[in-house]
C-alpha cells in the first residue's frame, strides 16, 4: 500500500467521508477514491456500485482484477428532543448499529436517569451544532412539537444533506412548518425532503411504536441512499 | 469534525499510519474475498510489523499467525502476496478455518 494512500483514507474516515481504496490486483497499486470523483470506464461503474451497497468485494474490470476497500461513515441519529419516543429510540437504534445523540435545551427532559448511557445535549441545537454539525451520514429526527427547538435543526439538516430528516406533527402542524422554513429560505425541493407525519405507515400508537416506524424508515432511507439522486441525475 | 467512533488504539488502518510515524516496518493484510460462512467480513484489515507485533483481524484467530509470518516475510521482499484459507484438511496450509468456509487475503507491504 502507498503510505500516501493509507494517510489519504485515514483522513477521509477521520472527516466522516465516504471513500473507497482501490487496488490492482496485478501490480499492487493502489489510490483513493472519494465518493464522487470520476472515475472512467468499468471500474467507474463498479466503483460507483460499490459506494451505493457499501460492500467491499474485488472486480474485473477493464481487464485487470481490482479490489475495491469501500469505507463507508458509520450512519448517526440524532433526535431533537427527549421525548418519551426518544427513550424508546435510543435503545432501538443503538441495537439496529446507529450510533444515537440527543438534544434538547428542557433540561427537565434531557437528564441521564430518563436516559441512561446515551449521549445527551441538554442545550440549544444551535449551540450543539457548532461544535457537532450534521453530515450527510447523520439522520435527523425532531420530535419536540416545539418550532423554537425543531426548526432550525430542520433547517440545519436539509442544508447538511442529511441521509434522512423526520419531524413529528400532524399535516396541520407541518404545512404550518413548511410555511416557517419557507420563511427562513428553505427551498421548496429541499423542503420536501422532510419526512413528516414521522416514520413509516404501520398505524404506531403507542411512543414505542412510532419509535419502531422512526427506525425502520431511516433504515429504508439509509439502504437506499443514493438511488434517488441517481436517478433523478439520469432523467435531467 | 472528527468521527468519535474511530478507536485508535484498536483501528488497524490507524495503528499502521501511527506505526509509519514511527519509521516502523508496516504490512497491512485484508480480506478480499470470502466464500461459505467466513469470520470477518470481505475488507477487513489485520497490520503487521517486522517484529510481529499485529492488529486487527483477518478470521476468529484461526489464521492469523500464519498471516503474520508471512507478513514478516513480505515486508523483507516488498512483495505483495495472496493467500487463501480454507478447512484445514483440505488445503495445503498447515492452519485452517474451523467454521468451513475459505477466505482469500492479500498481504502487501505499506511503502
Same mark, same amino acid.
Not at chain 2, 504490512?27 to 497490520?47: F, K
Not at chain 2, 492488529?55 to 499467525?65: K, Q
Given at each position: 500500500?502507498?503510505?500516501?494512500?493509507l494517510?489519504?483514507?485515514?483522513?477521509?474516515?477521520?472527516?466522516?467521508r465516504a471513500?473507497?481504496?482501490?487496488?490492482?490486483?496485478?501490480d499492487?497499486?493502489?489510490?483513493v477514491?472519494?465518493e464522487g470523483?470520476?472515475v472512467?470506464g468499468?471500474?467507474?461503474a463498479?466503483?460507483?456500485?460499490?459506494?451505493?451497497?457499501?460492500?467491499?468485494?474485488t472486480v474485473e474490470?477493464?481487464?485487470?482484477?481490482f479490489?475495491?476497500?469501500?469505507?463507508l461513515?458509520?450512519?448517526r441519529?440524532?433526535v431533537?428532543?427527549a421525548?418519551?419516543?426518544?427513550?424508546?429510540l435510543?435503545?432501538?437504534?443503538?441495537i439496529?448499529?446507529?450510533?444515537?445523540e440527543?438534544i434538547?435545551p428542557?433540561t427537565?427532559?434531557?437528564?441521564?436517569?430518563r436516559?441512561p448511557?446515551v449521549p445527551l445535549f441538554?442545550?440549544w441545537?444551535? %449551540?450543539v451544532l457548532k461544535?457537532k454539525?450534521?453530515?450527510a451520514?447523520t439522520?435527523?429526527?425532531?420530535? %419536540?412539537?416545539?418550532p423554537k427547538?425543531?426548526?432550525?435543526?430542520?433547517?440545519?439538516?436539509?442544508?447538511?444533506?442529511?441521509?434522512?430528516v423526520g419531524?413529528?406533527?400532524s399535516?396541520?402542524?407541518?404545512a404550518?412548518?413548511?410555511?416557517?422554513?419557507?420563511?427562513?429560505g428553505?427551498?421548496e425541493?429541499a423542503i420536501?425532503?422532510?419526512?413528516s407525519?414521522?416514520?413509516?405507515?404501520?398505524g404506531?400508537?403507542s411512543?414505542?411504536e412510532?419509535?419502531?416506524?422512526?427506525?425502520?424508515?431511516?433504515?429504508t432511507?439509509f439502504?437506499?441512499?443514493?438511488?434517488t439522486?441517481?436517478?433523478?441525475g439520469?432523467?435531467? | 469534525?472528527?468521527?468519535? %467512533?474511530?478507536?485508535e488504539?484498536?483501528?488497524?488502518?490507524?495503528?499502521?499510519?501511527?506505526?509509519?510515524n514511527e519509521?516502523?516496518?508496516v504490512a497491512i493484510?485484508t480480506?478480499?474475498?470470502t466464500w461459505?460462512?467466513?469470520?470477518?467480513?470481505?475488507g477487513?484489515h489485520?497490520v503487521i510489523?517486522?517484529?510481529?507485533?499485529f492488529?486487527?483481524s483477518?478470521?476468529g484467530g #484461526?489464521v492469523?499467525?500464519?498471516v503474520?509470518?508471512?507478513?514478516v516475510d513480505?515486508i523483507g521482499t516488498g512483495?505483495?502476496r495472496?493467500?487463501e484459507?480454507g478447512v484445514?484438511?483440505?488445503?495445503a496450509?498447515?492452519?485452517?478455518?474451523? #467454521?468451513?468456509g475459505r477466505i482469500r487475503v492479500?498481504?502487501?507491504?505499506?511503502?
Amino acid at each position: 500500500m502507498d503510505p500516501l494512500s493509507l494517510k489519504k483514507i485515514n483522513a477521509e474516515r477521520k472527516a466522516r467521508r465516504a471513500a473507497m481504496l482501490v487496488t490492482d490486483l496485478s501490480d499492487g497499486r493502489d489510490r483513493v477514491v472519494r465518493e464522487g470523483d470520476a472515475v472512467a470506464g468499468d471500474l467507474g461503474a463498479a466503483v460507483a456500485k460499490a459506494f451505493r451497497s457499501g460492500r467491499s468485494g474485488t472486480v474485473e474490470a477493464d481487464g485487470r482484477p481490482f479490489f475495491l476497500n469501500v469505507h463507508l461513515p458509520p450512519a448517526r441519529l440524532v433526535v431533537i428532543g427527549a421525548v418519551h419516543i426518544s427513550q424508546a429510540l435510543a435503545p432501538m437504534a443503538r441495537i439496529a448499529g446507529y450510533d444515537i445523540e440527543i438534544i434538547d435545551p428542557r433540561t427537565a427532559f434531557a437528564t441521564p436517569e430518563r436516559f441512561p448511557g446515551v449521549p445527551l445535549f441538554a442545550d440549544w441545537p444551535e %449551540t450543539v451544532l457548532k461544535e457537532k454539525p450534521f453530515d450527510a451520514y447523520t439522520a435527523v429526527a425532531a420530535v %419536540t412539537h416545539d418550532p423554537k427547538i425543531d426548526d432550525f435543526a430542520l433547517k440545519a439538516a436539509l442544508d447538511a444533506e442529511c441521509f434522512y430528516v423526520g419531524a413529528l406533527g400532524s399535516r396541520k402542524t407541518h404545512a404550518k412548518r413548511v410555511e416557517r422554513l419557507m420563511g427562513m429560505g428553505t427551498s421548496e425541493a429541499a423542503i420536501a425532503r422532510i419526512h413528516s407525519p414521522i416514520g413509516l405507515d404501520i398505524g404506531a400508537a403507542s411512543p414505542a411504536e412510532i419509535a419502531v416506524a422512526v427506525l425502520a424508515e431511516i433504515i429504508t432511507a439509509f439502504r437506499s441512499r443514493g438511488l434517488t439522486q441517481e436517478a433523478e441525475g439520469h432523467a435531467a | 469534525m472528527s468521527d468519535p %467512533t474511530l478507536d485508535e488504539t484498536r483501528d488497524p488502518l490507524l495503528i499502521a499510519e501511527g506505526w509509519m510515524n514511527e519509521g516502523r516496518d508496516v504490512a497491512i493484510a485484508t480480506v478480499v474475498e470470502t466464500w461459505g460462512s467466513a469470520p470477518r467480513p470481505v475488507g477487513s484489515h489485520l497490520v503487521i510489523d517486522a517484529e510481529g507485533n499485529f492488529h486487527g483481524s483477518v478470521s476468529g484467530g #484461526c489464521v492469523e499467525g500464519a498471516v503474520v509470518a508471512e507478513a514478516v516475510d513480505i515486508i523483507g521482499t516488498g512483495k505483495p502476496r495472496m493467500l487463501e484459507f480454507g478447512v484445514a484438511d483440505e488445503t495445503a496450509w498447515q492452519v485452517g478455518l474451523s #467454521c468451513g468456509g475459505r477466505i482469500r487475503v492479500y498481504v502487501e507491504r505499506l511503502g
